[in-house]
C-alpha cells in the first residue's frame, strides 16, 4: 500500500520501470549478453532496496558448505572507498571491501572474500587468484544480469511480499516483479517463528511461484551479544538497558526481539551502510551517558560493528557488544535446502551441469 507522499511519485515508477523492463527485454532477447561461467555460481539478491537477510543467508551457505568445497564470495563492495578487484587479506578494513564483505570476512577468516564492481571481470580474476576455489557466492547480484548464474536464490521479506510492493520511488522495488521468474529457490525471510500452515500458504498463493520454483521460509534467530574487541559474551536480562545502535534498512525484527528481553532500550538510527564519523562517536556517547541505569550496555548490529571497529581506542572500555543474527529454516525445510546447493556444486564435479 502506498502512503500519500509516496503516492505523489508514482508516474516517476511508471518511467523507472519502463527503463528496467527495456533493460530486462534486451538481455531476454539476447541482445545484451549475459556471461556464463562453467563453474558453480550460487546468486543471493532480491527485488527490493534492501532488509530481506541476504548477507545472513551468504553466511548461512558458507556454514553449510566450508567443510566440502573451497569457497568464495564476490560482492561489488557497496560504498566502500577503492575501486576495482580486492581480495580481503589480513590487512583489509571496512573502507577497502565494504561493511557487508568485511563482516563476511571476519567471520570466516578461511575463505576467499572479493569484490569488484564488474562482477563479470571479478569472476576470472578470482579464480586466477585462487585456482582451487570449487564454488562462488554472488552476494546482491540478482538484478544484475550481466552474469547469468547457475543458482538463482531470490529473497522477499514475509511482511513486505515484493508480490505486494511497488517500483522505486513509490514503493521499494528495484527490479519488476517479473523477474522473480528467473529464481530457481525463493526464501520469505523474517517470518514468525510460530508461522502456520495456513498462512504459509496463504503467502505462496501470493507469490504465484512458477512450477519450477522451491519455496523456503525462515525466521531469525539472535546469538549471545559479544563484546566489539574482547569477544566476551554476555546474556541480556530485564534489569539490563540498552542503546541499540542501528544502521540497516529494516530494524523492525530487532527491536521486537529487545521488547522481549530488556526492560527498556533508546533507539539511535542511522542510514543503512552509514558511515561512522567522529561526530556520530560523540553522540552515540552522548546518549549512553544520558542513560541512568548503571546496568547498562550499548549494541550494535554486526554490520554497523564493522564500521565502529576503527574507534577502538575511543570505544574500548565502553560495554559495547554485537548482535549476532542467523537464518534458520521452518517446516524442517533446512534439510531439503542443504541438499539443493550441495547437489548443484556437486553436479559440476560429475560433469553434468546442473539441471534443476
Known sequence: MLNKFRYFLFPFSLVYGAVVGLRNKLFDKKILRSATFDFPL?????????????????????????NTFKVATLSRGYKRKTKGFIMASESTTAADIGDEPMQIHKKFPNITVCV????????????????GTEVIILDDAFQHREIKAGLNILLTECNNLYSND?????????????????????????????????IKEKLIKELKPELYQEI??????????????????IVLDYGCDVLLICGIANPRPIMKFLDTKVSSYEFLKFKDHHIFKVNDLKEIKDRFSKIKNEKKIILATEKDAVRLTKFEKELAHFPIYILPMSHYFLFDQETLFEKKIQRFISSFEKGEGFNN
Open 216 to 233: 523456503y521460509f525462515t525466521s531469525i534467530k539472535y546469538d549471545l551479544p559479544q563484546h566489539l574487541f574482547t569477544g566476551e559474551k
Open 116 to 131: 569488484a564492481e564488474e562482477r563479470v571481470i571479478g569472476i576470472p580474476r578470482l579464480l586466477d587468484e585462487k585456482p
Open 42 to 66: 550460487i546468486c543471493i539478491g532480491n527485488l527490493s532496496m534492501g532488509g530481506t537477510g541476504k548477507t545472513p543467508m551468504v553466511e548461512y551457505i558458507i556454514r553449510i558448505l566450508t
Open 166 to 198: 511497488f517500483l522505486l520511488p513509490s514503493g521499494n522495488l528495484r527490479d519488476n516483479k517479473n523477474s522473480s521468474k528467473r529464481a530457481d529457490i525463493i526464501i520469505v525471510t523474517k517470518c514468525d517463528s510460530n508461522l502456520t500452515e495456513g
